[in-house]
């Protein structure tokens, strides 16, 4: 329709193909699935430099993280493969003579995928390859800004499934905006919806999928900490918390904004941190030197600034940072702000940019209820070398976040494990150990191979 956007008359026809597509696909065995999954791995290594450069150039990340995007969907691929011979239900112990008790899974069916611009691939990556084996077909919906890599994926894939005889429509891709997003949500031909994106419009999003009784899988906000108490190893915590801050110049939903520093390390560890913060070379993200590049939009240079406003009239200081680089793009300069209490309302507010609110704490207790008192629960660290207070931060008292690390920073986490969080983030959980439930249907079965039915009820029938 003039701007390369799909029009509701086009998703329409898109639903409709990929409905059919998946009636191929689910008849696939589950491992046959996999050995295609495994075919997409390997499209995607061969293609890994340009495809990170592609995503380096639409959404504005460092070349090698947009290598690495790229990576971990292939990463997942593999990982998919091993899954797809492994998953499944027990067979359980039945109380009734000559009866078993199994457990089925089998594929929601449509999954549909909405991504968001800061992992252009990789979201759609944990979800498609994870969602395939399961035998779903997918209609990912990427963001409006990052469609060249939304398309280019799209193809690659396409080509993997029509050389081994199986509709390509089993990943559909349709490109547009908020309306279409409105559709797929509203939509009872959508098994599944994952939504990766703000907290505002997964909202939104859970409310219309809950409406019509749907499945919803909800990947939003962070508001992520870093803890350190006086016995941590700064060798360990100056790169850790300067990598969790200004990492993809601070876009991650993992991205750390708060660093609580235990009162008796707080002045060291902010000027180690400003020195670290001095040396960040800026540039352009092609450059295989430039470790920090553009925010994604002019909208998101305006939150900055704002949010910079406001941190300064709620009693922060900016130790270093602050202010909007003079160079073209939407370049802005890392940023430090200390002497904001805990709850300050900034301090609370997500803002997808490369801002470090750095606070004081006395004792654990205290800072691991101002780790919880946030709206969001994706990721927190400590470093610390206390054993009590390692296990006390995984239990029911410590983290309420669902990445809970230690002596490691916010952002990284590995494809192995569930990915995602608590409360306003969600409660989706993507990638490892047993997501993939999500993205199945379970059945309980109970087949009486015996000749009698244990259900009389004093009852005689003739």
């Known amino acids: 329709n003039g701007q390369g956007e799909a029009s509701l008359e086009d998703y329409e026809e898109t639903v409709k193909k990929a409905k059919e597509a998946w009636k191929v696909w689910a008849d696939i065995p589950a491992p046959k699935r996999g050995e295609i999954v495994r075919q997409i791995g390997d499209a995607l290594r061969q293609k890994i430099k340009v495809l990170g450069s592609l995503v380096s150039l639409e959404m504005g990340k460092i070349f090698v993280e947009g290598v690495g995007e790229v990576q971990e969907y292939v990463d997942v691929c593999d990982y998919a493969v091993g899954l797809s011979r492994m998953i ?7 109380e009734r003579p000559g009866h078993a008790l199994i457990e089925q899974w089998n594929p929601v069916g449509l999954v549909g995928i909405i991504t968001a611009f800061n992992f252009p691939v990789a979201v759609y990556g944990w979800n498609s390859a994870i969602a395939m084996i399961c035998g779903n077909a997918c209609l990912w919906k990427g963001a409006p800004t990052t469609s060249l890599i939304s398309v280019a994926v799209t193809k690659i894939i396409a080509k993997v499934l029509e050389d081994n005889r199986v509709p390509g429509a089993v990943c559909s891709l349709v490109c547009g905006g908020a309306d279409i997003g409105t559709a797929m949500a ?6 599944l919806l994952s939504f990766t994106g703000s907290t505002k419009v997964g909202k939104q999003v859970a409310l219309m999928v809950q409406e019509r009784f749907g499945r919803s899988l909800l ?25 969790a801050a200004v990492g993809t110049a601070g876009q991650r939903c993992t991205t750390a904004r708060r660093l609580f520093l235990h009162e008796s390390i707080h002045d060291e560890v902010v000027a180690k941190l400003a020195k670290a913060y001095a040396q960040v070379r800026i540039g352009d993200p092609w450059d295989s030197d430039t470790l920090y590049g553009p925010l994604h939009t002019k909208e998101a240079v305006k939150m900055f600034l704002d949010a910079v406003e406001q941190a300064k009239q709620q009693g922060g200081s900016v130790v270093c940072g602050g202010k909007v680089i003079n160079r073209p793009g939407n370049y802005v300069e890392p940023t430090i702000v200390t002497g904001l209490p805990h709850n300050a309302p900034i301090v609370h507010t997500e803002t997808f940019a490369p801002i470090l609110y750095v606070l004081k704490f006395k004792e654990e207790e205290e800072v691991f209820a ?21 296990f006390r931060w995984l239990g029911p ?8 690390n230690v002596n490691i920073p916010t952002s990284g986490a590995e494809i192995g494990g569930a990915f995602g969080g608590e409360k306003h983030t969600g409660g989706g959980r993507e990638s490892g150990s047993d997501s993939w439930k999500l993205y199945m249907r379970r059945s309980t079965c109970t087949i009486n191979y015996s000749k009698n039915l244990p259900l009389a009820q004093g009852i005689k029938f003739q």
């Open 88 to 94: 499944g239900g027990p067979i359980l112990p039945s």
């Open 186 to 191: 509203r939509d009872e031909r959508m098994d």
């Open 370 to 390: 101002w780790n919880n008192e946030v709206k969001q629960g994706l990721s927190s660290s400590i470093f610390t070398k206390d054993l009590g207070r390692i």
């Open 219 to 243: 990947e939003l906000g962070g508001n992520n900490a870093i803890i350190v108490f006086e016995d941590a190893d700064l060798n360990l915590v100056i790169p850790s918390a300067l990598f």
């Open 397 to 404: 008292k410590g983290s309420d976040c669902g990445i809970v």
